[in-house]
């Protein structure tokens, strides 16, 4: 049924199914089944628990054992569904009122007249009515340029917003913001000016989390004044305590390309490192069982003081937990399991949050960590070494290699790169890293302030030697797409072979190559699609407009945004790396152009067997006459020309409706549209509009 050692992993796993199927179909009326099924299950336990000689249970030890697994399914189940606060009766989208108490719920982030943040409903006001509320919303408030306000964790207010739901991607392989903040248990945005908000001078966010981020503040401000460069500030405030400052793009970059972009997110590594140093000042404490619990008592103490001194960001918190959790079940237990130990913890975790599990911190930091129990200690016994040092560096690869090889697939899943130089550039940053977080830790002491310049040399150091490694030729791949079927293909694949190869088997490992070979036809399959893709992407924007015109791996672009833009970075530029173009022209209407199999002249665009009349403010006041069939036309600038000029032997399929038109004027045209049996495409909150060419 159960082997004792490896409880906590076998649970796991239907505990993690349960969560994420109720994740994707949540209803009220699964947790009154739930609730019932949990019911049955327990009073079924309890009482093949007390009848287990007289009708010898222990023979039916399947069946019990599937009893439990259905038993942390539902779960799973119901800890999902109790978590989702859209489910709650009194969920604040639900009652519909005019004005909200709400609290700041994180750390505000501010850019330029812009601030952003998660806000924890109370209560809600409809006329004369107050009524209970609960949920959160994510709110972007307009500051006053003359007087802004300053909202910090915590601070209570009243504010009048119309929220929407959160839209959804519109885009081809854009961020998908929607399911970002589902996972986060919120479903609602505001976006309100700051005399929508009228404060009421309370504070009632959580004490513990409240005196985090205050003394968090205080060590940054420290940091501020210590440190000349605004580059080393930001690392260092990043790096240490977990605030989120401005780093450079170059910088950002380099981290990224060369696989030490963990080096910048306060999480497990620097939590270990100050755990090993810990266990090592502590040393005279494992004499006995009592000097060790005093130990662990000490460590965990100063552990989770590094978490308040970091905000209680959740990286760090869930660093922490896991820590605590392996160094207590160390010290308590005479045998412990690493594996059950680390399924226990995550466990615990999800029981308070069963959210977590979509976390990409959560996920990838639990796979490195299994990655160094399971692999790590079998590529250590590949090579052995008398000599010291090399046998110390040869640890350290091992461990960078066990992480990465695990982490893999679920790094280029969600990053779509991999870094080439990932063992060179980790085995360099090691020093500096153990260095920065020491030194960094020590300068906010006031005694040794002075050593602040060595602190700011070391980061210029790193950072200069990072962005030359990341310079070098062929230094990471990127544009690495794969979608959920390749993904679970190579995951199980490399799974499979790591499994057959520690346990010689060969069945196994031609499982592994078999399904790493239907990986490669899918791969294969969609570069063939790639190399002949012939299409059109009217993208789906704010407030401009954009189309790409594409034919193998070139295409032509037709906007009004720059690369430099926000909005091209975040709207089109995913898409156009999912497609692996090695050639991009971007042009616009102001004049005419020939590009290949693209021709834009006298307000018509040609591509291939595609044509497409343009109506911009080039033809307001005047009258469209010829014999002529066009795929679409192209309603562009909040254009003033009537369309009852059109010549009625002009024939057209397509209404194409850009984000360049008023909200008045798109109303407008889509209405003629409609009324004469046209088709149309809004390219505004709606999805863009894709024309396959070929099939």
């Not at 639990?366 to 200690?377: K, T, W």
Request: with cysteine.
């Amino acid at each position: 049924m159960f082997k004792t050692e490896y409880i906590f992993v076998r649970i796991l796993f239907p505990f993690i199914l349960g969560i994420c199927i109720f994740y994707f179909f949540p209803a009220l009326a699964y947790i009154k089944w739930l609730t019932l099924i949990l019911s049955v299950i327990l009073l079924s336990i309890l009482f093949l628990n007390v009848t287990y000689k007289r009708f010898n249970v222990y023979r039916f030890k399947g069946a019990v054992g599937i009893l439990i697994y259905i038993l942390f399914f539902s779960l799973g189940g119901l800890f999902c569904l109790l978590n989702n606060e859209s489910l709650n009766q009194n969920y604040f989208a639900k009652a519909g009122c005019d004005y909200l108490k709400v609290w700041v719920n994180n750390e505000p982030q501010q850019n330029s007249n812009i601030v952003r943040f998660k806000a924890k409903v109370v209560t809600g006001y409809n006329k004369n009515k107050q009524t209970s509320l609960s949920g959160q919303i994510l709110l972007t408030v307009k500051l006053d340029s003359l007087k802004p306000i300053k909202l910090k964790y915590g601070d209570e207010m009243m504010i009048s917003v119309k929220y929407t739901e959160v839209e959804p991607p519109y885009n081809p392989a854009e961020f998908d913001f929607k399911a970002w903040l589902r996972s986060q248990n919120i479903y609602h945005q505001g976006f309100i000016n700051q005399d929508h908000i009228v404060s009421t001078k309370n504070n009632i966010g959580n004490r513990v989390i409240k005196t985090a981020l205050n003394i968090r503040e205080k060590q940054v401000a420290k940091y501020r004044t210590l440190i000349k460069s605004d580059e080393a500030f930001a690392v260092a405030s990043t790096l240490i305590l977990g605030y989120r400052a401005d780093l450079s793009k170059e910088t950002l970059s380099a981290y990224s390309n060369t696989g030490t972009i963990h080096a910048l997110s306060v999480s497990g590594a620097h939590v270990a490192i100050i755990y090993i140093v810990l266990d090592f000042m502590f040393f005279f404490l494992n004499k006995n069982r009592a000097l060790r619990i005093i130990k662990l008592l000490i460590v965990c103490t100063l552990i989770w003081g590094y978490a308040l001194l970091t905000g209680l960001s959740p990286s760090v918190v869930r660093s922490a937990i896991m820590i605590s959790i392996l160094i207590t079940v160390k010290v308590l237990s005479k045998k412990t399991n690493s594996y059950n130990v680390l399924a226990f913890s995550a466990f615990c975790q999800l029981l308070y949050n069963p959210f977590l599990i979509w976390d990409v911190g959560f996920q990838l930091s639990y796979l490195a960590v299994f990655g160094l129990i399971y692999l790590q200690p079998k590529i250590y016994n590949l090579l052995y070494t008398e000599h010291h040092w090399i046998d110390k560096i040869w640890s350290f690869i091992s461990m960078s290699l066990a992480a990465q090889i695990i982490t893999f697939p679920l790094s280029i899943y969600y990053f779509h790169q991999f870094p080439l130089y990932f063992l060179f550039a980790n085995l360099f940053i090691t020093i500096p890293l153990i260095l920065m977080m020491y030194s960094g830790i020590v300068v906010l002491i006031p005694s040794f302030r002075f050593l602040a310049p060595v602190f700011e040399w070391i980061i210029n150091f790193t950072n200069a030697s990072l962005k030359w490694i990341a310079d070098l030729p062929y230094a990471s791949l990127s544009s690495i797409w794969i979608n959920l079927p390749e993904f679970s293909l190579l995951s199980l694949s490399l799974g499979l072979f790591i499994y057959a190869l520690t346990k010689f088997n060969k069945q196994l490992l031609f499982s592994s190559l078999l399904l790493f070979v239907c990986y490669q036809l899918l791969i294969v399959h969609d570069d063939l699609k790639i190399f002949n893709q012939r299409k059109i992407i009217f993208f789906s924007l704010r407030k401009n407009y954009a189309a790409a015109f594409i034919n193998g791996k070139e295409a032509v672009l037709v906007s009004d945004l720059n690369i430099e833009d926000k909005n091209y970075a975040f709207s089109i530029q995913p898409a156009l790396a999912q497609l692996q173009l090695n050639k991009i022209s971007i042009i616009d209407f102001k004049k005419d152009t020939v590009l290949g199999q693209f021709v834009f002249k006298n307000n018509q665009i040609a591509f291939f067997q595609y044509k497409i009349l343009l109506i911009d403010e080039n033809l307001n006041n005047k009258k469209i006459k010829g014999d002529a069939t066009f795929s679409s036309i192209w309603l562009n600038g909040n254009t003033k020309f009537n369309l009852v000029k059109i010549d009625t032997a002009i024939k057209y399929r397509t209404a194409i409706i850009d984000a360049t038109n008023k909200d008045y004027k798109i109303q407008i045209l889509k209405k003629f549209m409609e009324n004469n049996d046209i088709d149309v495409q809004v390219l505004k909150k709606n999805k863009a509009y894709l024309v396959q060419l070929t099939q």
